[in-house]
């Protein structure tokens, strides 16, 4: 059976630092984009990185990029999304997704249109 496991959110100070995890049990890595998307109340989602499993290049939105790094372990089928420099605007519900295609790793993000997501951990920013 296949699960998705988000952990790793919090409240944390602006400026400060969290490491989100999720956790792809029985998901081939090598033949599905991974990836993280927001979603805060009353807003649209939001694709945040994603990463062709096994060896891709990541993608990340405008908004995250230079603060934010996807990467995966294949020995643990787990994906991690560090969060620095956070902002309020970070606030949100964080999910963790895959998809196996055909849709590109770039047009995931940009649609965040993930067939399979869990169910998600709330990361909150003070400012």
């Known amino acids: 059976q296949r699960q998705v496991a988000e952990s790793g959110g919090g409240s944390v100070q602006a400026g400060g630092s969290l490491r989100l995890s999720c956790a792809l049990e029985?998901?081939?890595?090598?033949?599905?984009?991974l990836g993280w998307f927001r979603q805060a109340p009353g807003k649209r989602r939001e694709g945040v990185a994603s990463i062709a499993g096994g060896d891709g290049a990541p993608y990340y939105s405008d908004s995250v990029k230079g603060r934010f790094t996807i990467s995966q372990d294949n020995a643990k089928n787990t994906m991690y999304l560090q969060m620095n420099s956070l902002k309020s605007e970070d606030t949100a519900m964080y999910f963790c997704?895959?998809?196996?295609?055909?849709?590109?790793?770039?047009?995931?993000?940009?649609?965040?249109?993930?067939?399979?997501w869990g169910q998600g951990t709330q990361v909150t920013v003070s400012s």
């Open positions: 997704g895959a998809d196996p295609g055909p849709s590109s790793c770039l047009t995931v993000l940009r649609t965040a249109t993930f067939k399979t």
């Open positions: 029985n998901y081939p890595f090598r033949r599905n984009c």
